[in-house]
């Protein structure tokens, strides 16, 4: 469970599932039609040497049947493509909110003048860091790691990092939201506005409310008999305060939203989901994809 003020390494809460994030976006990049490309992903996987992610690395028959790996690609492309549209338009700024194991900075052809902000958990960046200076990896942007909690003064940080709140940014929020409490949340929104000029840019994923959080995280083991995180419940780790709509709230700050469900998202890339039970499918056109521009 949950506490104010709690931290994680890779192996552990919420760090675990940014591993085995990684884990399924390994496992869509060896698929002969993967969506997306991340040879850094097994890396990290590799070095945590988490049994149970190791062990599905090496062998993912247990989710057969189980459109995790897929829905994964779909979800990296969806962020990959946002990051790409922004710089296309000029946006030069890109911050990874809770960027996990993300190796966007590595993976994406970023124009040159373009910098990458990555805030996350120091345990977490400093485990990603060590990982990628042991590969020799080179980033293909100006890679700044912010080390902070995103429930404490994270734009201080951001600022301190190099960060220009007068020049546009692209801002992603990925698999993140239901991690942090209600009043966190709503203060990412507020800063994250406060923090961008006209001509910025914001993606999210987000799902309508907390009940229907929680039943899609039941949904695997529920309808597949396994769960993909292993012995770790993701529900326990999510919150289910109160907290603003995401596309409203943009919305009424003179944000111009756009919106698609998994459903239309995995349409759009050509990846349609396979026949899934009924209340599965009900829950996959809750998500809602975002992107906003101010």
Known sequence: MRSDGDSWSIVDSVGLTALGVATFRALESSEPDALIRDDFASWFVAAAGEHH???????????????????MGVRTKFFDDFFLSAAASGVRQA???????DARAYR???????????IDQPKVLEFKGKVLAEHEARPKADRRPVAVDLRDDWPAALEAAGFDPTKPVAWSAEGLLPFLPGTAHDALFSRIDELSPPGSRVAIDSFTDSSTLQRFS????????????????????????????????????GWSVQGATSLELADKYDRPFPELPEEFDDLSKRLAWVTAVK
């Open 53 to 71: 992610f190791t062990e599905l690395l090496a062998d993912s028959s247990s989710l057969q049947g189980i459109p995790f790996a897929g829905f």
């Open 95 to 101: 911050v990874i909110l809770a960027a996990g194991l």
């Open 108 to 118: 994406l052809d970023w124009p040159p003048d373009t910098t990458v902000f990555e």
């Open 218 to 253: 039941a949904m695997p083991d529920k309808f597949f008999g396994t769960n993909p995180f292993g012995d770790l419940d993701v529900s326990e780790l999510f919150y289910a305060d109160e907290r603003a709509d995401p596309p409203g709230w943009l919305s009424e700050h």
